[in-house]
């Protein structure tokens, strides 16, 4: 590892509401101080959410969509996951120097994902232009397939939706045949996000690392939101 990268990957070590777990054998949530926490069961009241939603940001790189909706919609918690803590620290940063008590990071495995929350603890989940993961043999790896959803499903309560945004034709079209495989209720989808006014807040407000370099090439946006249950 560089020693740019060692110093940012330090810094969201030392954040305190910045979680990790890189073992499949143990998967334990460690805190900032490598103490393992049980907060399973319990994230809405550490965010201090009483009566809104918990919210994560998977493959969430820098965290732009937890930050930015962390501050948008204090009412709710947001929880960004990525295993790049180099990447989340710039976000856990953010949460930092904001004082956003409504946010939290885990620097994990998504496929570790059940472990993290209890049956029906989480209320949606947004996948931010996650890997598209094009090769056919790959497509168990690519987050809105069957195997993630089936996750998602272990930790999600039953109203729950899952917020796709993507430049991936491939991975759009992929997602909008699980969905329809899957008889699973769309309630939005916008065949390109910045064709015209947008009434979702965040879709056009906040723009990733990655979003940022897509409109630079010119790409079209797509973005889709669905009922993870029947
Ligand atoms: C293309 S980047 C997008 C990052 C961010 N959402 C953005 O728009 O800038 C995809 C991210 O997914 C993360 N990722 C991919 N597969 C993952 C997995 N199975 N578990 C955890 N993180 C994963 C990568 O580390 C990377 O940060």
Redesign the pocket.
């Known amino acids: 590892m560089g020693k740019d990268k060692l110093k940012k990957f330090a810094k969201y070590k030392s954040i305190p509401f910045c979680y990790e777990n890189l073992s499949f054998d143990q998967p334990q949530l460690l805190d900032s101080q490598n103490q393992a926490v049980s907060i399973a069961g319990h994230w809405k009241s550490n965010l201090g959410i009483t009566r809104g939603d918990l919210i994560l940001e998977l493959?969430?790189?820098?965290g732009?969509y937890t930050v930015g909706m962390a501050e948008h919609y204090p009412e709710n918690g947001y929880i960004g996951?990525?295993?790049?803590g180099a990447?989340m620290h710039q976000g856990a940063g953010f949460v930092d120097e904001k004082k956003l008590s409504n946010a939290a990071f885990i620097r994990?495995?998504?496929?570790l994902i059940e472990h993290f929350f209890n049956p029906g603890e989480v209320d949606g989940i947004f996948i931010?232009?996650?890997?598209p993961f094009l090769r056919n043999r790959s497509a168990s790896r690519r987050l809105t397939s069957p195997p993630f959803l089936d996750r998602y499903r272990k930790i999600c309560g039953p109203k729950a939706t899952i917020r796709l945004k993507t430049d991936s034709p491939e991975l759009y079209e992929y997602t909008l045949e699980v969905i329809h495989e899957q008889k699973l209720q769309i309630n939005h989808q916008i065949n390109d996000v910045y064709a015209g006014p947008c009434s979702l807040w965040g879709l056009q407000e906040i723009q990733?690392?990655?979003?940022a370099m897509h409109l630079e090439a010119k790409k079209t946006i797509m973005y889709v939101e669905f009922n993870l249950f029947a």
Not at 81 to 84: E, F, H, L, P, W
Not at 208 to 211: D, G, K
């Open positions: 493959a969430c790189g820098k732009e996951v990525d295993i790049k990447r994990s495995r998504i496929e931010i232009f996650p890997d990733t690392f990655y979003e």
